[in-house]
């Protein structure tokens, strides 16, 4: 029994008569509603709650009423993890990598970093100021399946709820991202896909942009198609060059991340299909 703060978070197919139902059972089990979202995709005909609640609760007893009135296809998750388990994938950027590590170390982060595993070593100095273990995983001489079968066996050690590429700059294969579905949550600049390849920062000096940006997305099969997540601007001018604009991008790239990770730490995110919806 327990009388702390829980959160309820329930998707389904829409019905007339879901949010009557899910309350009136909290009413029941004399539980005090402290914030409530909802939301109707119209176009999917689903449904989206995510619910604060207070109050003394039989786990147990709870799950099975909401089961009970819920149509069968329901996804119901009482009181998800609160501090989530992640494992960092870095390759030689220290942007994303610092400002994260500087965030754990101060509990801003609703998350445990238990690991960062990189393929170049540059990075492991930094690391280990914060006495975080590292692994450097080179993918030199290996093939894309044996360089990630390396890295399964790395992460095998730690059994991560979430892994985050904090600027990891190999593509995943499908079979890799198979083994963390909707789990695995990416950081990158969005002038894709105007600007692929090497020096985008340039590419878009070149062509004179007003606006540059970051997208935070979870990763799917589709290279940097995922769900997105969250996704910011910063307006520029002719007066930067191709190198300030680069810095003034991990700049945004780094806060973008940072919002993202604490929109999926903190549980207020429903994946349907390859969209999100965020309370």
Same mark, same amino acid.
């Given at each position: 029994m327990s009388a702390e703060a829980h959160v309820l978070l329930i998707d389904c197919p829409d019905q007339i008569g879901l949010v009557y139902s899910i309350t009136s059972i909290l009413y029941?089990?004399?539980?005090?509603?402290?914030?409530?979202?909802?939301?109707?995709?119209?176009?999917?005909?689903?449904?989206?709650?995510?619910?604060?609640?207070?109050?003394?609760?039989?786990?147990?007893?709870?799950?099975?009423?909401?089961?009970?009135?819920?149509?069968?296809?329901?996804?119901?998750?009482?009181?998800?993890?609160?501090?989530?388990?992640?494992?960092?994938?870095?390759?030689?950027e220290h942007h994303c990598l610092g400002d994260l590590l500087l965030r754990y170390a101060y509990d801003e982060l609703d998350a445990n970093i238990l690991a960062v595993i990189s393929n170049h070593n540059v990075l492991q100095p930094l690391v280990a100021k914060f006495g975080i273990p590292f692994h450097y995983i080179s993918h030199e001489h290996r093939t894309r399946p044996e360089h990630e079968e390396a890295i399964h066996k790395a992460l095998a050690i730690y059994q991560p709820e979430f892994l985050v590429l904090a600027k990891y700059m190999r593509v995943l294969t499908p079979e890799?991202?198979?083994?963390?579905?909707?789990?695995?949550?990416?950081?990158?600049?969005?002038?894709?896909?105007?600007?692929?390849?090497?020096?985008?920062?340039?590419? +878009?000096?070149?062509? *004179?942009? /007003? &606006?540059?940006? !970051?997208? @935070?997305?979870?990763?799917?099969?589709?290279?940097?198609?995922?769900?997105?997540?969250?996704?910011?601007?910063?307006?520029?001018?002719?007066?930067?060059?191709?190198?300030?604009?680069?810095? +003034?991008?991990?700049? *945004?790239? /780094? &806060?973008?991340? !940072?919002? @993202?990770?604490?929109?999926?730490?903190?549980d207020r995110i429903f994946i349907h299909k390859n969209k999100t919806i965020i309370f």
């Open positions: 029941r089990h004399a539980l005090n509603i402290l914030k409530n979202d909802e939301f109707v995709d119209r176009h999917a005909n689903h449904f989206f709650m995510r619910t604060e609640f207070s109050g003394n609760i039989d786990t147990t007893e709870l799950l099975n009423e909401l089961h009970t009135q819920m149509p069968p296809e329901a996804n119901i998750v009482l009181n998800p993890r609160k501090r989530k388990d992640i494992v960092l994938l870095v390759t030689k890799f991202v198979a083994h963390y579905p909707n789990k695995i949550i990416n950081i990158h600049h969005s002038f894709l896909p105007a600007f692929i390849g090497a020096n985008p920062y340039r590419q +878009a000096f070149d062509r *004179g942009v /007003k &606006i540059i940006g !970051a997208t @935070a997305h979870f990763v799917n099969n589709n290279l940097d198609e995922g769900p997105i997540i969250h996704q910011d601007t910063i307006p520029v001018t002719h007066r930067l060059s191709s190198d300030e604009m680069a810095r +003034a991008g991990k700049d *945004g790239e /780094k &806060i973008v991340l !940072a919002r @993202a990770l604490k929109l999926v730490f903190q």
